[in-house]
């Protein structure tokens, strides 16, 4: 299941208007329809953010984003982010190259694994790790067992209270898997619609397997490649429900920036969750400045 | 033959199993450990069906005005140029690329009692107290679940529409169909697929949805309580058997629509590949 | 012998690509590979070029008698033209043909000064120089075919495989690479591959000829062998336009109808049923019978082109054939349609009727 707006796309045929046009009538009341519906569910929403934010001044504001407990949320997100891009980013690429490159039997059900965690609930994907990892899980009964297969390993994890749910491991590991199919999902039609060939032909040439992908494969996926890791980067910021599951919420230790907006929102404290918030709303800009830039970027390539 | 494919499908099976194969077998094995009886009284009791309901119900909704909508704004970002159509063009994704939790204490605080909507839609309830009519009901999480949903249709149907050859709608013209003939005849049913396949991710994505609900649902058990709400709820009491056993009904719901999502794609690609040859 | 391959069969999934093919090639030949698609021709060049490996077995592939069956493509030293040429579209022409020489561990890789002076007479050769820092998609078809070629070259390929090299040219431009490539075959004398499924192009072209058909190799032979003597039906249809006439075989003989043609080739014969091939260009129409002759109706005449084309009716079968003469024979036979005329028949062939093309 593809999130629809992941894929980079060019148009084959410029419009012919002039015959395949409405009357202005026509065209009015759907551009009319259309905006109003854009305005009414996104613009509003946005604007709003930042009204709220400001709403009790530029100090309250900044007051709100400079506190000890939003600046543990935003480490804690960064290094949540920070892990699972670079993860995901790896095997997104492994995976492109293995199912756009090769012919196996059983391609198709992978690709419907990878797609797997799009369509499994937050809440889901923050449940199956408690239940892997927490007390009453696979490992937690492993850890309380009488005789453990690797007594070593379940002293060393009781002694030195290694914890994975309710701490930052089971948060990065929730935010893994939310945002683990996005690269390979970017990258897999990219590299097929783009063959085999230039690399074959590399091949022939005498490069070595490395060669041909840091010289031919990667500059040919890297506005692809981009482009995932905007959107993989975007989600791992920004999930609440896998997190909200397995951290526990302990402000100061395991509050991302999302978890710590609604504690200060449950707080009644609106100005400064809003403040907090528009953050992430930045943060949603930006995602999507760049990538309208990258599509552009990629348009005018495929376009040369 | 290209080199790396052990290596490459070796790291993808293995990080595949770790992350996602393997927890996800957890809830199987969690759930095995309730008795049938134990399973079914879980997921048939009265709060966890009207979760069902509410849920299914909703999200269906909105991605029905998902699809009328959705469908004119790509056909208007397509067809039609206007001031702004770039911006509002790169707007669409902003439900992608807003965190969930941010959406929903806006939207709630967007259509409160004060807020700058819910102050036009209020009543009073019988405690002689105001109220916006969005809030802690259906109508609340409607609206949450329409904006997340918006950009599924769009983004799914605007490349079909794009890559229309004109020459057929010219055909279709010259061959005496008025406009509405031409879209109702010609254009709609190359959309078809692409307009399921929009549907079928909208409505995917608002029944698991989570942050964007919660501000505004008032989360009331038996009346505005979504299924993942109702889950979250078990697990705040340690009841993992019971949250488990509501969310093996939810992840085989899932595992449905995503299979008829696929099917549906497939359907989509091959049957815009015979229009192209 | 400069490239050899022996018993190589190669299986996908169910399909045969390859059945059991053993083929030489001399140190500096041009061979052509010939035959319509699906009949294993690509796939043989890629099993030459270690982009395919030939399904366990005895199968062995050698260049200059080294057996390099089990070496990858990138230890081979084959340079390898791709149909749609496959170059490096983030890489300019210069960065392109350098490419192989930019990828060889440093110890065997030539200095700067000399990658740059390779590439330049390269682009000499390829008539190119002035388009150096342009991009492949900055070039025409027969730019990008002649890059693609230049660049399989500068590693010094032992041998050179070029898949369809002209396929996706029209049809002037075509013509004109075609030459080229003789010509430069001549010049630098690199043993050469090269598959089409164009008859003109293979005869036209190579030293010799391979004609393939359903994963095995049909015949082999120089342009003239295979046209003059086709080994079967197959070769002969696939090798140009022709006609057939059912009849039956004896001695030395066809009967067709109720007329005699001699068939030399068929001495020692016995009488069968058979089937004779005959070029549109073999046959001679004339108003008064001369010799053994079948009479025919005219139904259409076109003389638009180099040479006139006659589309004839038998009067005993009713059945059509066509016919090529020269525009002089035209002007002096100058037939109209409908009316009736003698056909006789030259360099007959015959193949024995349980033969299906």
Redesign the interface.
């Given at each position: 299941?593809?999130?629809?707006?992941?894929?980079l796309?060019v148009?084959?045929?410029p419009?012919?208007?002039h015959?395949?046009?409405?009357?202005p009538y026509?065209?009015r009341l759907?551009?009319g329809?259309?905006?109003t519906?854009?305005g009414?569910?996104?613009?509003?929403?946005?604007l709003?953010?930042f009204t709220?934010a400001f709403a009790k001044g530029i100090g309250f504001y900044f007051h709100s984003i400079d506190e000890p407990m939003a600046w543990s949320a935003i480490k804690l997100t960064l290094l949540a982010a920070g892990i699972s891009v670079p993860?995901n980013c790896?095997?997104g690429?492994?995976?492109a190259?293995?199912i756009a490159?090769?012919d196996?039997y059983g391609k198709?059900v992978?690709?419907?694994?990878?797609?797997?965690?799009?369509?499994?609930?937050?809440?889901?994907a923050g449940?199956?790790?408690?239940?892997?990892f927490?007390t009453?899980?696979?490992l937690g009964l492993y850890l309380n067992a009488d005789h453990p297969a690797l007594p070593w390993l379940a002293n060393w994890l009781n002694d030195h209270n290694f914890k994975i749910i309710y701490a930052v491991p089971g948060i990065v590991?929730a935010t893994?898997?939310v945002t683990?199919p996005f690269v390979a999902r970017e990258l897999i039609p990219l590299m097929q619609a783009q063959g085999?060939?230039?690399?074959?032909?590399?091949?022939?040439?005498?490069?070595?397997?490395w060669?041909?992908?840091w010289?031919?494969t990667l500059?040919?996926i890297k506005w692809g490649l981009l482009y995932g890791v905007i959107?993989c980067n975007?989600r791992a910021?920004?999930?609440?429900?896998a997190v909200?599951?397995v951290s526990g919420k302990i402000r100061g230790q395991t509050n991302t920036?999302?978890?710590h907006?609604?504690a200060l929102?449950d707080d009644y404290n609106?100005t400064g969750?809003?403040a907090v918030?528009s953050l992430?709303?930045l943060?949603?800009?930006v995602?999507?400045?760049l990538?309208?830039w990258v599509e552009h970027k990629n348009a005018a390539v495929l376009d040369? | 033959m290209?080199?790396?494919?052990k290596?490459?499908?070796g790291?993808?099976?293995f990080?595949?199993g770790l992350?996602?194969?393997?927890?996800?077998a957890?809830?199987f094995?969690?759930s095995s450990s309730l008795s049938w009886a134990e399973f079914w009284q879980t997921v048939t009791m009265p709060q966890a069906m009207a979760s069902y309901r509410l849920t299914f119900g909703v999200s269906l909704g909105a991605a029905l005005v998902n699809l009328v909508?959705g469908l004119?704004?790509a056909?208007?970002?397509?067809?039609?140029e206007?001031f702004g159509k770039?911006l509002?063009?790169?707007?669409?994704?902003?439900?992608?690329?807003?965190?969930?939790?941010?959406?929903?204490?806006?939207?709630a605080?967007?259509y409160s009692k004060n807020g700058?909507?819910g102050q036009f839609f209020t009543y009073t309830d019988e405690h002689h107290e105001v109220q916006s009519i969005f809030f802690s009901s259906r109508l609340g999480i409607f609206v949450a679940l329409?904006?997340i949903g918006?950009?599924?249709?769009?983004?799914?149907v605007?490349?079909i529409l794009?890559?229309?050859?004109?020459e057929l709608?010219?055909a279709a013209?010259s061959l005496g169909a008025n406009?509405w003939q031409v879209f109702h005849r010609v254009i709609l049913p190359m959309l078809t697929p692409a307009l399921l396949?929009?549907f079928a991710?909208a409505f995917?994505?608002a029944?698991?949805?989570?942050?964007s609900v919660i501000?505004i649902a008032g989360n009331i058990p038996m009346k505005t309580q979504i299924?993942?709400?109702l889950?979250?709820q078990e697990?705040d009491m340690y009841e993992?058997g019971r949250?488990?056993a509501i969310?093996v009904v939810?992840?085989v719901v899932?595992?449905v629509?995503?299979?008829s999502?696929?099917v549906l794609?497939w359907w989509t690609n091959r049957h815009n590949t015979h229009n192209?040859a | 012998m400069s490239v050899e391959v022996k018993n190589v069969t190669k299986k996908f999934g169910s399909f045969t690509a390859l059945d059991n093919v053993s083929l030489k090639v001399e140190s500096g030949e041009l061979v052509a590979l010939l035959g319509p698609s699906g009949s294993g021709k690509t796939t043989l060049l890629r099993t030459i070029?270690?982009?395919e490996f030939p399904d366990p077995g005895d199968a062995q592939v050698l260049f200059y008698g080294e057996d390099v069956t089990h070496i990858?493509?990138?230890?081979?030293?084959?340079?390898?033209a791709?149909q749609?040429y496959?170059?490096?579209?983030?890489m300019t022409v210069f960065e392109n043909i350098a490419?192989?020489l930019r990828?060889?561990p440093k110890t065997t890789r030539p200095p700067e000064a000399e990658i740059r002076a390779r590439v330049d007479k390269l682009l000499h050769l390829i008539q190119l120089e002035p388009l150096a820092k342009r991009?492949p998609?900055?070039l025409s078809g027969g730019q990008r075919q002649r890059v693609a070629l230049a660049?399989?070259l500068?590693?010094e390929p032992k041998v050179l495989l070029l898949d369809e090299p002209f396929g996706a040219l029209d049809a002037k431009v075509r013509k004109e690479l075609r030459r080229w490539l003789r010509q430069l075959h001549d010049e630098i004398h690199v043993t050469t591959l090269f598959v089409t499924h164009d008859q003109e192009e293979a005869l036209e072209v190579s030293d010799r000829v391979a004609i393939l058909r359903n994963g095995s190799i049909e015949q082999i032979g120089t342009p003239e062998e295979i046209y003059d003597k086709p080994a079967s039906p197959f070769v002969y249809d696939f090798l140009g336009n022709v006609n057939l006439f059912s009849g039956r075989v004896k001695d030395g003989a066809v009967v067709i109808g109720d007329t005699e043609f001699a068939a030399p080739e068929a001495a020692g014969e016995v009488d069968s049923a058979a089937v004779a091939f005959v070029r549109p260009h073999d046959i001679r129409v004339t108003r008064q019978a001369a010799g053994p002759a079948l009479a025919a109706t005219v139904i259409r005449s076109n003389a638009a082109g180099p040479v006139a084309n006659l589309e004839l009716k038998r009067l005993d079968t009713g059945e059509l054939f066509t016919v090529q003469l020269s525009k002089e024979l035209f002007q002096e036979l100058q037939p109209k349609a409908g009316e009736q005329v003698f056909v006789e028949l030259k360099n007959v062939k015959v193949f024995s009727d349980d033969y299906s093309i």
């Open positions: 299941m593809t999130p629809a707006g992941t894929t796309h148009p084959h045929h419009a012919r208007r015959t395949r046009s409405e009357p026509v065209r759907l551009i329809t259309a905006l519906f854009i009414l569910f996104l613009i509003l929403p946005l709003f953010v709220q993860l790896v095997f690429v492994c995976a190259w293995a490159k090769f196996f198709n992978l690709l419907t694994l990878i797609d797997l965690p799009f369509s499994v609930s937050p809440v889901i449940l199956i790790y408690v239940l892997v927490g009453q899980g696979w590991l893994i898997f683990f085999r060939s230039e690399e074959e032909a590399a091949r022939v040439l005498g490069a070595s397997g060669q041909v992908f010289r031919v500059p040919n959107l975007a910021m920004g999930e609440f429900g909200s599951v920036i999302p978890l907006i609604e929102y609106f969750a809003f918030a992430l709303a943060l949603a800009l995602t999507l400045g990538k309208t040369k | 290209l080199p790396g494919f290596l490459t499908l790291f993808t099976l990080y595949l992350i996602v194969l393997i927890p996800l957890a809830v094995w969690k909508f004119i704004v056909w208007v970002l397509v067809r039609y206007f770039k509002v063009d790169a707007l669409v994704d902003l439900p992608f690329a807003l965190p969930t939790a941010v959406a929903g204490i806006t939207l605080s967007l700058w909507i329409t904006f918006l950009p599924f249709i769009v983004r799914t605007q490349p794009e890559d229309i050859d004109p709608e010219e013209s406009r396949t929009g991710l995917a994505r029944l698991g949805e989570y942050g501000f299924t993942p709400v889950i979250m697990l993992y949250a488990t969310a939810m992840l899932s595992f629509l995503l299979l999502i696929n794609q192209l | 070029a270690g982009l990858p493509a990138s230890e081979r030293k084959a340079g390898f791709f749609h496959a170059l490096f579209r983030h490419f192989g990828v060889r991009f998609t900055q660049r399989a500068a590693v």
